[in-house]
């Protein structure tokens, strides 16, 4: 019995870091070297991020910094995805507590109840206001690249990296 109670307890120790880890930042800085001019890569950076519903927030023409910043929606299906993932361990933890204290009723079938919390913990952290900042410098050395530096959600990266029309190596991600 113990064994299994431990295991439980690791399980619901687990399963509470997982769903605190739905709503973490992943902001990442990537820096890219494009060969391409710095108007291009401005005017689709702009539209870009315009069509992904991100606005201007500030330019800063010293350091040719752009900051942009748009709403993230929760995803309702990860929402009801934790939600269940957090009714199939209480309901395992139920079981192992109804084992241990042997009762007629089935009381700790009560914890379900508390099911719906993770997906309104989920809901409440995710939506929130993301921040996107990109500057354009030249090269440093002999090329004519365009060095773009961009700090952004991860997934919002990954996205910008499939549909980049413009040739580039990536330099280094942070």
């Not at 997982?18 to 494009?34: H, L, M, N």
């Not at 957090?86 to 309901?91: E, K, T, V, W």
């Not at 009560?110 to 410098?137: Q, S």
Request: glycine fraction near 4%; hydrophobic fraction near 45%.
């Amino acid at each position: 019995m113990i064994s299994i109670l431990s295991l439980t307890i690791l399980l619901m120790i687990g399963l509470f870091f997982f769903i605190r880890g739905s709503i973490k930042d992943r902001t990442e800085i990537v820096t890219i070297a494009c060969q391409d001019n710095e108007d291009n890569i401005l005017s689709y950076l702009r539209d870009y991020f315009q069509t992904r519903s991100y606005r201007v927030k500030a330019i800063d023409t010293e350091t040719n910094k752009v900051t942009l910043e748009g709403e993230v929606l929760p995803s309702v299906f990860l929402a009801f995805f934790l939600t269940v993932l957090a009714g199939c361990g209480l309901f395992c933890c139920a079981l192992v507590l109804s084992m241990i204290f042997t009762t007629d009723s089935n009381i700790f079938l009560g914890l379900l109840i508390l099911a719906p919390l993770a997906g309104f913990f989920y809901w409440k952290g995710a939506n929130r206001v993301e921040k996107v900042a990109f500057r354009l410098d030249k090269n440093t050395q002999e090329s004519s690249d365009t060095v773009i530096t961009i700090q952004a959600h991860r997934d919002e990266l990954i996205q910008l990296q499939n549909t980049f029309p413009f040739t580039y190596s990536v330099k280094e991600t942070v």
